[in-house]
């Protein structure tokens, strides 16, 4: 119980915190079995209620059983990645168990059908990957109105509905911000300059009210003969200065009209 200098040992410092906190429940793991039946005979010396235990099987991760002292998978370093607490939630409710991890933006249901008789014995390894992944998926669920206060100053429901599907964090919201509203890089390809230039008077006379990127897309098929990636790429390259992204049909309502032309013909002249 002490060491060799007088120093207490966890052990009983920790029986007399959960009594004068009233613990009732304690969670640890399997390597704390020895301890737990020490700690029962202390609570039963003192006259105080045990809390009721349950031992789980250790996780394990890329440098073996995870630890404190390891630091990097800390809730601290997990909450400056951008991983979501209910992704974490969702990720330990279901780890250990057969049942399959799901991104669950509510965890009510966990809660609900959360059994540690579900649990194995072996130790569950703890991916980082799989959680950034189940963390995407579940920003791909969270409503305006849960992150509305850490999205750019101005930026709309619409926006965030728009960019959602194509986020991995909420802070990269940001850069579709900037893509939305900023400055885009133009790099448009020599034989895509004449397209564009077709693209930005097409852009001119389209209704903007009512589906833009439908029309803009119909007119340059009829009057330029491209489609598929020939005519999806330059545009959205010259749009958005990216490969790849949310759906056009919802960016470019977004970006609007002058500077959609704006931006269109800076890459025909770029």
Do not use: C
Not at 112 to 131: I, M, N, V
Not at 136 to 153: E, G, Q
Not at 204 to 228: I, N
Request: charged fraction near 25%; avoid cysteine.
């Amino acid at each position: 119980m002490r060491r060799e200098d007088g120093t207490w040992l966890y052990m009983l410092p920790s029986v007399v915190d959960d009594v004068e906190m009233g613990v009732t429940h304690v969670v640890r793991g399997e390597d704390h079995v020895t301890n737990t039946g020490l700690q029962l005979q202390m609570f039963a010396a003192l006259g105080a209620p045990a809390p009721a235990f349950a031992h789980e099987a250790l996780l394990t991760g890329a440098e073996g059983k995870l630890a404190k002292r390891l630091g990097s998978t800390g809730v601290e370093a997990l909450r400056e990645a951008g991983i979501e607490p209910e992704a974490l939630i969702a990720k330990l409710a279901r780890i250990g168990t057969s049942l399959p991890v799901e991104p669950l933006a509510d965890p009510a249901p966990l809660i609900a059908g959360f059994d540690f008789a579900t649990f194995g014995r072996a130790p569950a390894r703890f991916d980082l990957a799989e959680l950034e992944g189940l963390n995407a998926r579940i920003v791909h669920l969270l409503p305006y109105a849960r992150v509305r206060d850490r999205l750019p100053s101005g930026m709309a429901e619409a926006d965030w509905a728009a960019i959602r599907p194509n986020l991995k964090t909420v802070a990269e919201a940001g850069q579709w911000w900037e893509i939305l509203h900023g400055h885009v890089e133009q790099a448009a390809a020599a034989e895509d300059r004449d397209f564009l230039a077709a693209a930005a008077e097409a852009a001119e006379s389209l209704d903007w009210s009512d589906s833009p990127w439908p029309q803009l897309v119909a007119r340059l098929k009829e009057t330029t003969g491209r489609a598929g990636k020939p005519l999806f790429h330059p545009l959205r390259r010259a749009l958005t200065g990216r490969d790849s992204g949310p759906e056009m049909a919802a960016l470019l309502p977004l970006i609007g009209r002058d500077e959609s032309i704006s931006r269109l013909r800076a890459a025909a002249a770029a």
